[in-house]
């Protein structure tokens, strides 16, 4: 039996490690190329009314994609598939994907003409601070008007992917953001040029003309990335059709699931909206917060979002065949992943948030003070990212488990404490727009502790874990002292080229101190890691 029990845990840890890393380095080109898309816009337009409006109107459409194309739809519609593609057959599977796009074209067609209709109020509502500023809160409204119809696009892309992933089929889907990122910045700066024309190409003064192209071009690239995605659905045996049966049993399970995990898989975007109303009082915070939180994201993507993408199809079989102790295999060792990856990358980008800050964003219109009031919103959300990932990683468990209202309770007590938070350090303590990244990464903490004890409950979850957390410790603080001490005794340079080079030097080297201190102390997780790397045709395969 034993036997037994570990030959499962190391194909389940072999199968997850290698399907992490093909989405995971899908990820990164996702992340990557959503990087160079922020820095285009902060170069162009720098911190302040032009950059606070776009990202003030891109907001709503921005948190609907993430609850639907990162969580509730996706993560809903993926577990209900599976288990019905694994007990039912193929047949009644693709009968449902054929219900779910009919519904979602009907309902997703009514939410986006409802923002364009409301946009005043939505703006007037999520970015009260506007109004402070002469013009800011009209080009918000108008801007939402022409993003608002991205969220139809993303919302159908977020089906095919939630279909391809429970099929195994990952790295495309996971690629598909990064045709959205490609896509939006050649046609958005193309048309900037077009609707703004400059007279130094080179040294251009872009006024808010060129907002209009953005915007269109973040438009057509939601397009580009469900457009992506369609051969390879056909190619998996999806033939279109329309089907309105509103009482079909399966459609109402993913309702079912989806509709408490609206709320459940919204707390960092909803809490991150609510930063926002906050920070729309103060003239380039959201600017500042955005491209904080953007550089948050990128191992948020590439090691949370990953892991879970891969974890809740197998969690979802496991739980269909009654292979609770399977479940538990994967479910633990996918949060040792987790920790094992986010750890370090947190701990590296609160020590060098500055320099990162920086090289990525200090050009054009983007001046230093922007990038200290970012770097310290960066260092403050960095608390927070093992949190982040975590949440991702835990939440589709409970909707695999079919306890959706777990998560839902956890996040609904943490929007509250959220609202406090805020208030506090905002205002009694007077941090600005750190203590609102601060209180974000603080509820984060808490909202994945509260996960942690509540499905320990339900799944066994008892391991090695005291030798574990000491190693992973004892090598993330090695690395903390390196990259420290390293970019201390390197002297800066006013030349980006040195600054790159002295930067991806102290990463490099302090990655190397991590992953030598992990292999000394024996983790298996950098063994796992490095045999991923060793096996790229095995990989590309899963």
Same mark, same amino acid.
């Given at each position: ?21 093909? %989405? ?9 190329? /959503? ?10 337009? /720098? ?11 891109? &907001?709503?459409?921005?948190?609907? &994609? ?25 047949? @009644? ?25 409301? +946009? ?144 459940? !898989? ?12 906050? +920070?729309?009082?103060?003239? /380039?915070?959201?600017?500042? $917060? ?30 269909? &065949? ?57 260092? +403050? ?63 984060? $903490?808490?909202?994945? +502790?509260?996960?942690? %004890? ?11 874990? /005291? @030798? ?23 002297? !800066?340079?006013?030349? $980006? ?46």
């Amino acid at each position: 039996m034993d036997n037994l029990s570990t030959s499962t845990d190391q194909q389940i840890r072999g199968q997850t490690t290698r399907r992490v890393g093909v %989405v995971g380095l899908a990820i990164v080109g996702s992340r990557i190329f /959503g990087l160079v898309r922020e820095q285009v816009l902060a170069a162009m337009f /720098g911190a302040g009314k032009l950059l606070d409006a776009f990202y003030g109107a891109f &907001r709503i459409p921005n948190l609907l &994609r993430d609850l639907l194309a990162e969580g509730a739809l996706s993560t809903a519609f993926t577990t209900v598939f599976t288990q019905v593609h694994e007990k039912e057959g193929s047949e @009644r599977a693709w009968r449902l994907v054929r219900l779910m796009f009919s519904l979602m074209i009907v309902f997703m067609g009514a939410i986006t003409l409802l923002g364009i209709l409301a +946009a005043p109020l939505i703006i007037s509502l999520t970015n009260a601070g506007f109004h402070a500023v002469e013009g800011k809160w009209e080009l918000t409204v108008a801007l939402t008007r022409i993003l608002f119809p991205f969220i139809f696009f993303v919302s159908i892309a977020a089906v095919v992917m939630g279909i391809l992933n429970a099929r195994h089929v990952f790295a495309l889907p996971a690629s598909a953001s990064t045709v959205f990122n490609i896509v939006s910045v050649i046609t958005g700066v193309t048309l900037a040029y077009l609707f703004d024309p400059q007279e130094n190409w080179l040294k251009p003064h872009f006024t808010e003309k060129a907002l209009y192209g953005i915007s269109l071009g973040v438009l057509i690239g939601g397009i580009a990335q469900l457009l992506i995605q369609l051969p390879s659905l056909w190619k998996q045996g999806f033939r279109a059709g329309w089907i309105w049966d509103l009482k079909d049993r399966h459609l109402r399970e993913v309702l079912r699931l989806m509709l408490p995990s609206v709320i459940s !898989g919204s707390a960092v975007q909803v809490n991150v909206l609510v930063n926002g109303v906050f +920070a729309s009082m103060i003239n /380039g915070g959201i600017s500042w $917060l955005n491209c904080a939180f953007r550089l948050m994201q990128f191992p948020i993507g590439v090691f949370g979002v990953a892991i879970a993408t891969v974890t809740l199809p197998a969690v979802s079989i496991l739980k269909a &065949r009654g292979d609770m102790q399977g479940f538990s295999h994967a479910l633990i060792h996918a949060i040792r992943l987790t920790l094992f990856l986010t750890l370090p990358a947190a701990t590296g980008l609160a020590v060098l948030a500055y320099p990162i800050i920086q090289v990525i964003y200090e050009h054009g219109r983007f001046l230093s003070n922007d990038t200290l009031a970012t770097s310290q919103a960066l260092q +403050a959300y960095a608390l927070g990212l093992v949190g982040y990932s975590l949440i991702k990683v835990l939440t589709p468990c409970f909707y695999a488990l079919g306890e959706a209202k777990a998560p839902l309770r956890v996040s609904l007590w943490g929007m509250g404490i959220n609202l406090i938070l805020n208030s506090v350090f905002f205002y009694a303590l007077g941090w600005g727009h750190i203590g609102l990244a601060f209180s974000t990464s603080m509820l984060a $903490l808490i909202n994945s +502790a509260q996960l942690l %004890v509540m499905i320990s409950r339900r799944v066994h979850l008892f391991s090695s874990w /005291g @030798r574990f957390l000491c190693s992973l410790f004892f090598s993330t603080l090695m690395m903390a002292l390196t990259a420290w001490v390293a970019i201390g005794l390197w002297p !800066g340079s006013d030349s $980006l080229f040195e600054q790159a080079l002295r930067l991806l030097s102290v990463i490099l080297l302090a990655t190397v101190v991590f992953f030598f201190c992990a292999f000394l102390t024996r983790m298996q997780e950098a063994k796992e890691f490095f045999s991923f790397l060793k096996r790229p045709k095995i990989a590309s395969k899963s």
